[in-house]
């Protein structure tokens, strides 16, 4: 477990950090429908964020759920981030389902409380990912706690093609 924590943080820095950075402040960019745009101060590292329209399960209580996509300027291997914060802990190596319009389906890994793409077993699934979001209408998130509680999140994909082009015109 510690190896996969270990691993977790070394891929965040390596996709978010910004040694040059001096200001860390976020600043809001934009929000289109459904999608807010933010970026930090530098312009390195931009991201949009939305929040489910519904969230389904027989759960108590959650903590944050959200969608996000992020750029890294500086990282021109690995640039962008696909994420989703679900707000309870998952089980060891579960996958997480997510649905585009109905027909075009990714499963994604997870780390704790969140699903994420993994640059080094899947580096070009984010653009596939994105793209999809691009043209979709409704993206759908299923995942199972590490309690076995049955999630699905739906977010309206209404404003992401113009909050993705945003992100990517403030950090070039």
């Known amino acids: 477990m510690l190896f996969l924590i270990s691993k977790f943080f070394l891929i965040f820095i390596i996709c978010f950090s910004n040694a040059n950075a001096v200001e860390k ?10 999608w807010e745009v933010f970026a930090k101060a530098d312009k390195v590292i931009c991201y949009t964020i ?19 996509v992020a750029i890294n300027s500086n990282n021109k291997q690995n640039k962008y981030y696909v994420g989703f914060d679900f707000g309870y802990y998952f089980s060891d190596n579960q996958k ?5 319009d109905n027909g075009i389906t990714f499963e994604i890994d997870t780390f704790s409380q969140t699903a994420w793409i993994n640059p080094f077993k899947n580096p070009k699934l984010h653009i596939k990912v ?18 076995g509680t049955e999630t699905k999140d739906t977010y309206s994909l209404v404003g992401f093609t113009k909050a993705f082009k945003k992100i990517k015109d403030v950090c070039k």
């Open 25 to 34: 402040k976020w600043f809001k960019k934009g929000e289109y429908n459904d």
């Open 50 to 68: 939305a929040r489910p329209k519904k969230m389904e399960g027989e759960y108590n209580i959650r903590g944050r759920v959200d969608a996000m």
């Open 96 to 100: 997480v389902k997510l649905t585009i």
């Open 130 to 147: 994105i793209e999809a979001m691009k043209k979709g209408n409704i993206l759908i998130a299923e995942g199972i706690s590490n309690k």
